[in-house]
């Protein structure tokens, strides 16, 4: 069973994500995206704007400043409402959220929760705003107070005016950015599960007042679906309509897409029906009119907003626990038993897609190899691994997820032909090398289902 440990682990070990300034301590919850990971985040931002552009018409791109003016968290609500319930604890000096109590380790005996044990001494609640505050201005005193966005969601909002300028959409259209975000949260965690430092992919879709029910229902369809495409187990994936009281005051109905982490169910995205809230706001706020005028009905409304925000962090995490995966292969010859860690990733989003392995390095296979290997990497991202016996190279890109490896023998330099091992079966193939960047290139995109829904016995030759 894959626990977040395991994760962790592979992550480090592999080069996908490690602690923030580690060598001085590090920073809490903060984490840095090493080469795989930075390629397989990447991927995963990719294959979103594929879903919200390339397959659609109706969705445009922004990418707005981190930075806004203050009055935009303060139409918002942000400035007011953003808030957590703090509590101190004077004993141990470690701070908790006062409604997650049930759910935190005490500071000095973490088989405790906070205020369990007769050492706990908690303050009363009050309420602790999220956001990071900084200023605008060479000096601090002068300058003016700004805030790191806490979403990306604003961004839009303010800028409904330009692109409905540009963009010749009317409603139904949608607008779509990735960005970072920031919020102080008081007990981050779960590695890169929840962070006061992560990335969004969030979309706000401005729909006629009378259809907003019905694309809210469609988005929650299209994201579920969109999950489920790139290789998530159905049964490891949800929907969760939010209760009356879980609603933000801006919402009519809110439904999260939730994945079984080790942690269990958590949220992965939310879909909502944020109404007309937040046009309204800013345009109160501003003083600018933000609706959409009809030409050819004459009619004048201010456009309802469906909202699917994804965390690009938290999607990366869960395609990473759901591809985890070990088992023991057999050694094709020798009857014996080896384990091995491989990861199942959609071979789109795997952030290697061939590695070249020269299988000796004499009699010209790393020449071979290279010319191998410049070709390879205009179709698709690939690497060159020659470092160690072949068995432990295979090893290694299994646990990057790499969906083919190209072996370069003796074969290839007098038959011009290569070994492809495929990464879920262990099924090897020899093809000619003419043609081999277009027929793995092919191979990536093609429809894909992870292996981890109906297991077979493997061998690696």
């Not at 923030?20 to 080469?35: L, Q």
């Not at 806004?68 to 319930?85: N, Y």
């Not at 439904?255 to 046009?279: H, K, M, Q, T």
Request: hydrophobic share 35%; with cysteine.
């Amino acid at each position: 069973m894959v626990t977040m440990d395991k994760i962790v682990s592979l992550c480090k070990r592999r080069g996908f994500i490690f602690p923030s300034s580690e060598i001085y301590g590090g920073v809490g919850s903060t984490y840095d995206y090493g080469h795989y990971g930075v390629l397989l985040k990447t991927n995963v931002k990719n294959e979103w704007w594929r879903a919200m552009l390339n397959e659609r018409e109706d969705i445009v791109a922004l990418d707005s400043a981190i930075l806004q003016h203050p009055k935009v968290w303060e139409a918002s609500g942000h400035l007011a409402g953003f808030t957590d319930p703090l509590v101190d604890c004077r004993t141990c000096g470690q701070r908790f959220r006062a409604d997650h109590l049930a759910d935190l380790p005490c500071g000095r005996k973490p088989s405790k929760h906070p205020g369990e044990t007769s050492e706990c001494d908690l303050t009363e609640a009050r309420d602790f705003n999220l956001m990071f505050e900084t200023t605008i201005g060479p000096v601090k005193e002068s300058g003016s107070v700004a805030y790191l966005r806490p979403e990306t969601a604003q961004g839009i909002f303010v800028n409904f005016k330009n692109v409905l300028q540009f963009s010749r959409k009317k409603p139904p259209f949608g607008i779509a950015q990735v960005g970072k975000s920031f919020r102080n949260e008081i007990t981050p965690g779960n590695f890169i599960f929840r962070t006061r430092e992560f990335e969004q992919m969030e979309m706000e879709f401005f729909v006629p007042p009378s259809e907003a029910q019905q694309w809210f229902e469609h988005w929650l369809g299209e994201r579920e679906r969109w999950y489920e495409e790139l290789g998530i187990r159905p049964d490891h994936l949800r929907l969760r309509a939010h209760e009356q009281d879980e609603l933000s005051h801006y919402s009519s109905a809110t439904s999260d897409v939730e994945y079984l982490f080790p942690i269990g169910w958590s949220e992965l995205e939310g879909i909502a029906n944020r109404g007309d809230f937040d046009l309204k706001q800013h345009a109160e706020h501003s003083g600018e009119k933000l609706e959409y005028f009809d030409q050819a009905s004459g009619e004048r409304y201010v456009p309802h907003v469906i909202e699917p925000a994804a965390g690009a962090d938290r999607a990366t995490l869960a395609f990473l626990v759901d591809a985890y995966d070990e088992e023991t292969v057999e050694r094709e010859g020798t009857g014996a038993g080896e384990q091995r860690t491989v990861l199942r990733l959609h071979p789109r989003l795997a952030p290697v897609k061939a590695a070249v392995l020269p299988l000796v390095k004499k009699d010209g296979q790393p020449e071979l190899a290279r010319e191998v290997y410049r070709e390879l990497r205009k179709a698709v991202q690939a690497e060159y691994d020659d470092g160690g016996a072949i068995g432990k190279r295979y090893r290694r890109q299994d646990e990057i997820g790499t969906p083919f490896c190209v072996t370069i023998d003796h074969e290839s330099v007098e038959q011009n032909t290569v070994t492809v091992r495929e990464r879920d079966s262990l099924v090897q193939e020899r093809l000619p090398i003419e043609g081999l960047a277009e027929e793995l290139a092919r191979r990536v995109q093609a429809p894909w289902s992870t292996p981890k829904l109906a297991p077979t016995p493997a061998t690696d030759g």
